[in-house]
């Protein structure tokens, strides 16, 4: 961002001073502009674009957009925020055990099924577990493993669990296979967009009109290696072929983390999508 402005502001500059230069060279009357002058009208030009271009025509500086489109028959939001901070239903990948031993091993702490843990069943994860099993059903089960260390039942990617917590909602969905000798997990595009079909049916069966909020799943430590603007449009086309199904909830909201924001053009989304 700070490059971008400094591109802006020098581009002022040199505007502002081809200006001047070439109105003094043909008007009789010349403008008396110091160096501190053009600098100062150079920054009060350059912040006034850089905000008008972010907010109005580039879009750099958007958080939030909303997909108003004849495809869906619900209320899509794009933006930049904290998922644990949102109202409603949250979206937790997690691997196919729906393991929850937070060692980063088991489960990462930095992944959102660690965080998941660590912020509200940190010392209680037998509750956590209790929910899960009592939440899956046995047509998600793929098989009972054998394994020196965590939940031995397997299921399928796209299995959705409920978990709750206080007044928080949770809708737990298998995204990743688990190597169970190197524990390592991961996930590619058809994983990807199974975890997503589960999650929405699910969801249309839990939400009964409350938010749910879809994190950018596969961007991080699932490792699908897919780009997150097209993870953002595969999530969206994945709402699009339920809803034409039947209507998953009122809102559904796509959280996307802050530290993307280089790498989504949600204003692109939006022209696509709109």
């Known amino acids: 961002m700070l490059l971008s402005f400094g591109k802006t502001y020098l581009s002022c500059i040199g ?5 001047v230069e070439m109105y003094n060279g043909l008007m009789p009357l010349s403008i008396n502009c ?15 674009w850089f905000l008008f271009d972010g ?13 108003n489109s004849n495809a869906f028959d619900t209320k899509v939001i794009i933006k930049f925020s ?18 929850s031993i937070v060692d980063d091993k088991h489960v990462s702490s930095k992944s959102l099924h660690g965080i ?34 965590g939940k031995l039942n397997r299921y399928k990617i796209g299995a959705t669990a409920i978990a709750k917590k206080d007044d928080n909602n949770f809708l737990c969905v298998a995204l990743t296979k688990t190597d169970i000798n190197t524990l390592q997990a991961s996930a590619g595009p058809i994983e990807l967009y199974q975890a997503l079909t589960g999650l929405l049916i699910k969801a249309r069966e839990v939400c009964s009109g409350s938010s ?34 039947s209507k998953i909830t009122e809102e559904i909201r796509i959280i996307l983390p802050t530290n993307k924001r280089k790498d989504i053009d949600i204003n692109t989304i939006h022209k696509n999508w709109s």
Do not use: H
């Not at 904290?82 to 393991?99: A, R, S």
């Not at 290696?225 to 072929?241: P, Q, R, S, T």
């Open 116 to 149: 998941l843990l660590k912020n509200y069943w940190n010392q209680n994860t037998e509750d956590w577990d209790q929910q899960i099993n009592s939440s899956l059903s046995d047509k998600d089960l793929i098989e009972k493993v054998s394994r020196n260390s």
């Open 55 to 67: 907010y109005f025509i580039g879009g750099s500086l958007k958080q939030t957009i909303v997909v």
């Open 212 to 245: 749910l909020n879809i994190p950018l799943l596969g961007s991080g430590l699932s490792r699908t290696g897919i780009k997150a603007n097209i993870i953002v449009d595969l999530i969206l086309m994945a709402i699009f072929e339920e809803s034409k199904k």
């Open 82 to 99: 904290d998922l644990f901070k949102q109202e409603g239903w949250k979206t937790i990948p997690v691997n196919e055990f729906f393991d």
């Open 34 to 48: 110091s160096v501190w002058c053009l600098i100062s009208i150079a920054l009060i030009c350059s912040i006034l």
């Open 15 to 19: 505007v502002i001073w081809l200006f």
